[in-house]
């Protein structure tokens, strides 16, 4: 029966959230950037290394995870720092072989590195991946990972008041992941960032602690926004976001095609920049 349900991740939510029309091009159209962004190869390289090095306490094992993901996703980043002083390869393998200086610990802290997971909810499955679920002796926490060239209270308040670590902690609670320790245990989410920057290294971590309470309230948004999305298929409606959303974070890679409005130009971009794909994301 699973197989027959849709599929909703956080980021195809997220996608019309932020801009409808985003949602459109990508998971209606199928419509995807030939070539990944820097910044969002960069990540996932980084996410490959973490997990690799929980899970075995080894850096060098790490360093392969990231050299593997790069070649998987094109070679997208450069290979020198010189070419790109903030995201190539050397520096990203830099930042990682000091995270592992600074953080020692997580193999040992590690419960389990990363959990995939596909959860039914109502008449849909909700999937994704919990970065790590890691224990101090008194407490468990889910982890969130991020890399980022900005970090601060601001950057914290808004990754952990966020519907992403909101819902990852609901579906913690539903796993069982914070009862590993004693039962009821008060739900936990560490934000886990990487600056990433040209010369600087820089790590830091902020906790949140939710009630069960609001979890619950949370998961319920769930569905309420996969009606909305629904709705919006059925009616044919996917408006534009306020124009400020697209230079936000680095700028939204469809900036290009949604500015055009001659369908000649259109079309080129889409030829040069874009293809279509099969399957769900």
Request: overall charge neutral.
């Given at each position: 029966m699973m197989e027959t349900l849709e599929k909703y991740s956080f980021s195809k939510i997220q996608s019309f959230m932020r801009c409808p029309h985003k949602h459109y091009l990508q998971y209606i159209l199928r419509?995807?950037?030939?070539?990944?962004?820097a910044p969002l190869s960069l990540g996932g390289c980084m996410a490959e290394g973490l997990g690799a090095y929980r899970a075995t306490?080894?850096?060098?094992?790490a360093q392969e995870a990231f050299v593997?993901?790069?070649?998987?996703?094109?070679?997208?980043?450069?290979?020198?720092?010189?070419?790109?002083?903030?995201?190539?390869?050397e520096r990203g393998l830099e930042i990682l072989e000091e995270y592992t200086k600074f953080?020692?610990?997580?193999?040992?802290?590690?419960?389990?590195?990363?959990?995939?997971?596909?959860?039914?909810?109502?008449?849909?499955?909700?999937?994704?991946?919990i970065d790590a679920v890691w224990s101090d002796g008194r407490r468990v926490s889910i982890v969130e990972d991020k890399t980022a060239s900005?970090?601060?209270?601001?950057?914290?308040?808004?990754l952990l008041g966020g519907w992403q670590v909101l819902w990852y902690m609901g579906i913690a609670k539903q796993l069982g992941l914070f009862n590993t320790i004693k039962p009821n245990q008060t739900p936990h989410c560490t934000a886990n960032a990487l600056y990433i920057h040209a010369n600087k290294f820089?790590?830091?971590?902020?906790?949140?602690?939710?009630?069960n309470k609001t979890l619950d309230q949370g998961m319920l948004q769930i569905s309420k926004w996969v009606k909305a999305i629904r709705y919006a298929t059925e009616t044919n409606n996917f408006p534009m976001a306020d124009s400020d959303r697209c230079h936000q974070f680095g700028g939204c890679e469809y900036k290009?095609?949604?500015?055009?409005?001659?369908?000649?130009?259109?079309?080129?971009?889409i030829n040069v920049d874009f293809e279509y794909r099969e399957g769900g994301r």
């Amino acid at each position: 029966m699973m197989e027959t349900l849709e599929k909703y991740s956080f980021s195809k939510i997220q996608s019309f959230m932020r801009c409808p029309h985003k949602h459109y091009l990508q998971y209606i159209l199928r419509l995807f950037p030939t070539k990944k962004a820097a910044p969002l190869s960069l990540g996932g390289c980084m996410a490959e290394g973490l997990g690799a090095y929980r899970a075995t306490g080894s850096l060098s094992q790490a360093q392969e995870a990231f050299v593997k993901q790069w070649a998987e996703d094109g070679r997208i980043l450069a290979t020198r720092s010189v070419d790109d002083e903030m995201r190539s390869v050397e520096r990203g393998l830099e930042i990682l072989e000091e995270y592992t200086k600074f953080y020692p610990n997580d193999p040992i802290e590690m419960i389990q590195p990363e959990i995939q997971f596909e959860e039914v909810i109502e008449d849909f499955i909700y999937r994704g991946r919990i970065d790590a679920v890691w224990s101090d002796g008194r407490r468990v926490s889910i982890v969130e990972d991020k890399t980022a060239s900005r970090l601060g209270p601001s950057y914290f308040a808004e990754l952990l008041g966020g519907w992403q670590v909101l819902w990852y902690m609901g579906i913690a609670k539903q796993l069982g992941l914070f009862n590993t320790i004693k039962p009821n245990q008060t739900p936990h989410c560490t934000a886990n960032a990487l600056y990433i920057h040209a010369n600087k290294f820089r790590f830091e971590r902020e906790v949140t602690t939710k009630s069960n309470k609001t979890l619950d309230q949370g998961m319920l948004q769930i569905s309420k926004w996969v009606k909305a999305i629904r709705y919006a298929t059925e009616t044919n409606n996917f408006p534009m976001a306020d124009s400020d959303r697209c230079h936000q974070f680095g700028g939204c890679e469809y900036k290009q095609l949604c500015a055009s409005t001659e369908e000649r130009v259109r079309e080129n971009i889409i030829n040069v920049d874009f293809e279509y794909r099969e399957g769900g994301r």
